[in-house]
């Protein structure tokens, strides 16, 4: 029998009680003749955000699409120590010239001081710019099914991994370099990190009937030999140690090539691993959108200790809402919501706490209003709802686009 929460009772003797599936069925119609939101409203306001949704990333691509730079490693002015102008360069942001010395060199951490001398090689914003477009337009292709944004899309990667004249090594020697050193910081290894957004668009954009049949298998040979850099070079064996969020931002990174070039396995047993090496210490939602794909439950695992997700949601919460009084360590860059109001959301759906639903009252007007201030970007999250609401990416199924509001 089941109460009028929906929850299993015994019956009377040698009944059988009913199933979990009719337990869940009656907790949920319960669930649903409480909400105050008619079936016509929710549809009606489903469309809306739907549309608004789109017209954002329509928007983006179609910036994206008018864009006429260069966007390659070999359009700057200066080379990493190799010499070869198609070796990844950027420079370590929180290392200052030394004030002691003529030269500067060798250089001083300052550290949450950003020295703005990294701007003058321009390789990581490129990169991270071409990420994020071809991410952009791969999903306005999808919804649109406009030929441009994947012909736009076909052209960007070309520029970048594979034409003879801009193509980029299948290294990060020199990414986070420090004046005056001979190799970069293992920080670089992270620069590539947020590739698995192209990875995601490439599912929809070889859809297109023109779509060169050569480009996924040519990426899939660069990305052969870049996770092979990545799994024997020091720099990125020191990366992948870290027990902070370096670890998992490296994680994240070979977890999305491995599963780009179809090795399953090692993808898995990266996110297994997790369990243990990331979330036992810290916890990131973005390791539990890849462990939905590979079949490990990474959003209700709870460590030795009780770690968890959502342990780490909850515990910023009340900071939060109090607009970060008590925060017990220092903030430079004072509480700015928007991040967190996106895990807010993404935990209501997948935990379904009533909190969550309070906590997004609350800050979402404050959000709204930065964005309107031209504070911060204009973005909707309805994709990463709606998709998480779908199961969108459980046991390696197709809806590839909620985890962009989490990068």
């Keep these: 029998m089941v109460d009028d929460d929906g929850n299993l009772i015994s019956g009377e003797e040698g009944e059988v009680e009913v199933s979990e599936v009719e337990a869940f069925l009656a907790k949920a119609s319960n669930a649903r003749k409480a909400t105050p939101v008619s079936y016509s409203q929710l549809m009606s306001a489903n469309r809306r955000e739907r549309d608004y949704a789109i017209a954002l990333i329509v928007r983006e691509a179609d910036l994206a699409l008018r864009s006429t730079e260069v966007y390659s490693v070999t359009n700057k002015n200066q080379t990493a120590p190799s010499g070869d102008i198609h070796d990844y360069l950027s420079l370590s942001k929180y290392y200052w010239p030394n004030k002691k010395t003529a030269s500067g060199l060798p250089y001083k951490r300052i550290d949450g001081h950003v020295n703005p001398e990294i701007e003058t090689v321009r390789d990581y914003r490129l990169m991270r710019t071409m990420i994020r477009e071809v ?95 990545l799994e024997t070079s020091t ?34 047993a990266i996110a297994r691993s997790a369990l243990h090496t ?36 909850d515990y910023l919460l009340p900071y939060a809402l109090s607009g970060g009084e008590g925060w017990p360590v220092e903030n430079l860059k004072g509480f700015d919501m928007t991040d967190y109001l996106k895990c807010v959301q993404i935990a209501w759906n997948i935990y379904g706490d009533e909190k969550y639903l ?31 609401l779908l199961g969108a990416t459980t046991r390696g199924g197709q809806g590839f686009i909620w985890h962009w509001c989490l990068t």
């Design 135 to 229: 991410h952009m337009m791969g999903m306005a292709y999808h919804f649109t099914g406009r030929k441009e944004f994947a012909d736009k899309c076909a052209f960007r990667l070309q520029e970048w991994f594979l034409d003879e004249k801009t193509y980029m090594n299948p290294n990060i020697n020199y990414g986070s370099l420090r004046k005056g050193e001979k190799l970069g910081a293992r920080t670089g290894v992270l620069d590539m990190f947020t590739i698995f957004r192209v990875f995601d668009a490439l599912h929809y954009l070889k859809q297109e009937p023109t779509w060169p049949k050569d480009l996924v298998p040519r990426l899939q040979e660069w990305f052969s030999r870049y996770v092979e850099w």
């Design 235 to 268: 720099l990125a064996h020191v990366e992948r140690q870290g027990n902070n969020n370096h670890g998992t931002y490296f994680d994240v990174q070979i977890i999305g090539i491995y599963l780009f070039l179809g090795r399953t396995d090692d993808a898995r």
């Design 278 to 313: 990331r979330i036992d210490p810290q916890a990131l939602m973005t390791l539990a959108r890849w462990g939905d794909v590979l079949g490990v439950d990474v959003w209700f695992y709870e460590g030795p200790n009780g770690q968890s997700v959502k342990k780490a949601i």
């Design 358 to 388: 309070d906590a997004i009252e609350y800050l979402q007007p404050k959000v709204d209003q930065d964005m309107e201030d031209g504070k911060i970007k204009t973005i909707s999250t309805y994709m990463c709802d709606i998709s998480t």
